[in-house]
């Protein structure tokens, strides 16, 4: 069964900083895409980043600049870089991935909370 291990989520002042982790383990079949989603209270999940296998990566507007997205193809694992949090930051956030089959499977979330 697949896994998706989420980790490095907390509470952080405003201007602040957090890693997220995600480690994802028996995927029998090659990973495309892998990404960060977030869901704040009241709201629908959203889109914060994603990259390609070959490293290409795509951002939410309300992020670019302020989080990085990277990964480890060896270790099948995706990071999110967070700096500069604002409260309205504050959400579940969600580790995706897509394998080459275009299956989707999702971690169980990781909580973010920027307040002072």
């Known amino acids: 069964q697949v896994q998706l291990v989420e980790s490095g989520g907390g509470l952080v002042q405003p201007g602040g900083s957090l890693r997220l982790s995600c480690v994802a383990s028996?995927?029998?079949?090659?990973?495309?895409?892998m990404g960060w989603y977030r869901q704040a209270p009241g709201k629908q999940r959203e889109l914060v980043a994603t990259?390609?296998?070959?490293?290409?990566?795509n951002y939410a507007d309300s992020v670019k600049g302020r989080f990085t997205i990277s990964r480890d193809n060896a270790e099948n694992t995706v990071f999110l870089q967070m700096t500069s949090l604002k409260p309205e930051d504050t959400a579940v956030y969600y580790c995706?991935?897509?394998?080459?089959?275009?299956?989707?499977?999702w971690g169980q979330g990781t909580q973010v909370t920027v307040s002072s």
């Open positions: 990259i390609a296998r070959a490293g290409s990566t």
């Open positions: 028996r995927i029998i079949f090659g990973i495309a895409d």
């Open positions: 995706n991935v897509r394998t080459i089959t275009d299956t989707m499977y």
